[in-house]
């Protein structure tokens, strides 16, 4: 009868919160606010639940100042069950009751793993430290009905592009040829592939540990018209992929400008290429456009701005913008 009981107590609003159900013997003791029925009411002691937190901000409030929380709050992206946070240097001590704090306000994440310097190296990859929960950096992580993993400690992924992901393959026309540049473990690819089962997409990254997770991210969504490449853009494209694409994506911010003149030699005549780089926020497609008709002119091609967003914030002064040009070879 404990499953109906319960529900019944719930429904008649008496049911308390605060306190777990007993089991006695061969009696299940339910905390309630007054009596009910004929059921008889007898005393205990018990420990209440541990609180429910909705906010990360009231599971630590009284544990952090109010200028401490504010350089806390928003500075985590959720990958999954994975939760990769940024710890300001002044709260290391306290870095642990803070990835604890994570786990109790978000039920589905299992591990808590700060941002451990710069992102750095050949690949561009942030080293990670876990301060909670499992001992886990292998993310699955589900968007616009792609599922994807990889190792967050190896590879470099963004969450907080999957707006841009879903608005591109969108714009994405019947059976257009596409180069997606720096495309790690594949989610600009997937998206579009899962939208346009009849485009053909070339996925170059050059990071090995990327294409082995892009490998089976395409095996697992049956994205068959998806091919993935290892190397660097600039070799692969040059050599195989010259007036090759109808659409380019080059989602490498801090890079991409330096491999725009790759862009347009892989793109046909009238190409869209979505250009990513940060820029200043006051002036942040001034500046964009100026890199882009910097390299235009020296590759003697000219280019034109189809639509020009704000793709995310990056920091107090500094956004990422895309623009999506349009090439006039």
């Excluded at 608005?167 to 989610?187: S, Y």
Aim: hydrophobic letters at 40%; aromatic letters at 8%; zero cysteines.
């Amino acid at each position: 009868m404990g499953e109906k009981v319960r529900r019944e107590l719930l429904a008649e609003g008496i049911l308390s919160k605060e306190y777990p159900v007993l089991s006695e013997e061969d009696y299940l003791l339910f905390p309630v606010t007054k009596s009910y029925k004929d059921f008889e009411i007898v005393e205990r002691n018990a420990e209440k639940r541990p609180k429910k937190y909705e906010k990360l901000k009231d599971a630590l409030s009284g544990f952090l100042s109010e200028s401490e929380l504010d350089s806390v709050i928003g500075s985590f992206d959720i990958i999954g069950d994975i939760a990769i946070i940024e710890i300001p240097q002044n709260l290391a001590e306290r870095e642990t009751r803070i990835g604890e704090a994570l786990l109790e306000v978000h039920s589905n994440l299992k591990t808590v793993l700060k941002k451990v310097g710069p992102m750095e190296g050949k690949y561009r990859v942030r080293k990670v430290k876990r301060i909670a929960g499992e001992d886990n950096t292998i993310a699955t992580y589900k968007e616009s009905g792609v599922l994807m993993r990889f190792d967050v400690s190896k590879v470099y992924f963004s969450v907080r592009l999957s707006h841009e992901r879903q608005r591109i393959a969108e714009l994405v026309k019947p059976k257009e040829k596409i180069l997606a540049l720096f495309a790690g473990v594949g989610p600009f690819p997937l998206v579009i592939a899962k939208k346009r089962k009849d485009a053909r997409i070339v996925a170059i990254e050059l990071n090995p540990d990327a294409v082995y997770w892009m490998k089976k991210n395409i095996e697992k969504n049956k994205a068959k018209n998806v091919v993935p490449v290892l190397g660097d853009a600039r070799d692969v494209v040059m050599k195989k992929y010259q007036d090759f694409a109808d659409r380019i994506i080059m989602p490498l911010p801090k890079e991409a400008h330096s491999f725009l003149d790759v862009a347009f030699a892989g793109a046909k005549e009238g190409a869209t290429i979505h250009f990513y780089t940060f820029a200043g926020i006051e002036d942040p497609f001034g500046e964009a456009l100026e890199k882009a008709e910097k390299a235009a002119k020296a590759a003697g091609v000219s280019v034109s701005v189809l639509t020009q967003r704000i793709a995310r914030p990056y920091s107090a002064d500094t956004v990422q913008v895309v623009l999506d040009l349009k090439l006039d070879k």
